[in-house]
């Protein structure tokens, strides 16, 4: 995408979770957007924060990979908590992490140090093999993510950022395809079109279906 600048754009976010809203958010922090004649539009097609940007565990960590991003995105977790009242808005809480590896046949504990951590009381420690603390609260949050994500929603549509629900069909390209020039989406059985200037996809594993090229699947995976 290019530089915001002073020229007229329209640009279209094609998914309604945490990559593409806080796209718009800090788009609508950039010292030259201006709402009139930057256009910014995030095409989602169920719910914003409808499928895991809404109902994974909102685990932070500087500690987590990659290392190159994973320190500057807990920063930067910590700096909105502070500038919005994080803990209150979107539950943002400094904790404990741990490492744990249950038997559930058993009833004896082979390792005791869970003990030393009163923060951890709530895990009952029958059946534990191995137990770990793998991160501290000065170094391991977490949030609640769907209202992180639409929190920040609300706070770009005060700078002007639209939401349309409706899932996005294709994307069309200008005659020497060197660049997108709409974006075709569904409402109610009627197809409709966005002019763009610049796109964005972050629709997670449903990324490849309107850009088959992208290397990106599913990863299943999950955190408590």
């Known amino acids: 995408m290019g530089d915001i600048g002073q020229d007229a754009k329209n640009i279209v976010i094609i998914g309604g979770g945490i990559i593409g809203v806080s796209t718009a958010y800090w788009l609508t922090q950039h010292r030259l957007y201006d709402p ?3 256009i910014i539009t995030i095409l989602e097609a169920t719910e914003i924060a409808g ?16 290392s190159c991003l994973a320190p500057l995105s807990f920063k930067l ?6 500038k919005y009242k994080g803990t209150l808005c979107w539950g943002y809480r400094r904790v404990h992490c741990a490492d744990v590896a249950f038997d559930i046949r058993s009833n004896t504990s082979t390792n005791e140090s869970i003990d030393r951590f009163e923060t ?3 895990i009952n420690g029958s059946g534990i093999k191995e137990f770990s603390e793998i991160g501290k ?9 769907k209202s992180l994500t639409r929190y920040l929603l609300n706070l770009a549509q005060a700078k002007g950022v639209r939401v349309i629900i409706a899932p996005a069909t294709s994307i069309n390209y200008s005659s ?12 109610h059985g009627t197809k409709r079109q966005i002019h763009a200037t610049d796109t964005i996809i972050a629709a997670s594993p449903w990324s490849s279906k309107l850009l088959p090229r992208i ?3 599913g990863v299943r995976s999950h955190s408590i």
């Open 137 to 145: 609260p000065d170094d391991t949050a977490q949030v609640h993510p």
């Open 215 to 217: 290397p990106v699947y």
């Open 51 to 66: 499928g895991s940007s809404g109902k994974a565990g909102g685990l932070l960590a500087s500690w987590a990979t990659p």
């Open 36 to 38: 009139s004649i930057h």
């Open 120 to 122: 951890l009381k709530w």
């Open 77 to 82: 977790h910590t700096e909105l908590a502070e």
């Open 176 to 187: 020497n395809r060197e660049a997108v020039h709409s974006v075709e989406y569904s409402e």
